[in-house]
């Protein structure tokens, strides 16, 4: 199982970035999906996520500003970030979840560094 993170970077305050995560060797449209970010000292934290349904949920700190997608043709999940603020910055992982009898199973991806300054 693969999750590839990419299209993170260095973006001014007020910008925009898009990310998107690839997964390979999991059934894509039975797994929900999520991003979380971890900035340094902190603990990880969910952004947001997506279920297999397409129903989202959404940190309260990046409402109305991020967007989380699908696209189960490509086994695609992408995050749309838009005015960022410095305190978006951070390393942004993708998330595959799935909900089993016995349990859940997680796959996790290589992260994607996010840095929001001027």
């Known amino acids: 199982v693969q999750l590839q993170a990419s299209g993170g970077g260095l973006v001014q305050p007020g910008g925009s970035l898009r990310l998107s995560c690839a997964a390979s060797g999991i059934i894509f449209s039975s797994y929900a999906m999520a991003w979380y970010r971890q900035a340094p000292g902190k603990q990880r934290e969910l952004v947001a996520a997506?279920?297999?349904?397409?129903?989202?949920t959404y940190a309260d700190s990046v409402k109305s500003r991020f967007t989380i997608s699908r696209e189960n043709a490509k086994s695609s999940v992408y995050l749309q970030m838009n005015r960022v603020k410095p305190e978006d910055s951070g390393v942004y992982y993708c998330?595959?979840?799935?909900?089993?009898?016995?349990?859940?199973?997680?796959?996790w991806g290589q992260g994607t560094q996010v840095t929001v300054s001027s």
């Open positions: 998330n595959a979840v799935r909900t089993i009898v016995s349990g859940r199973i997680d796959y």
């Open positions: 997506i279920s297999s349904d397409n129903r989202v």
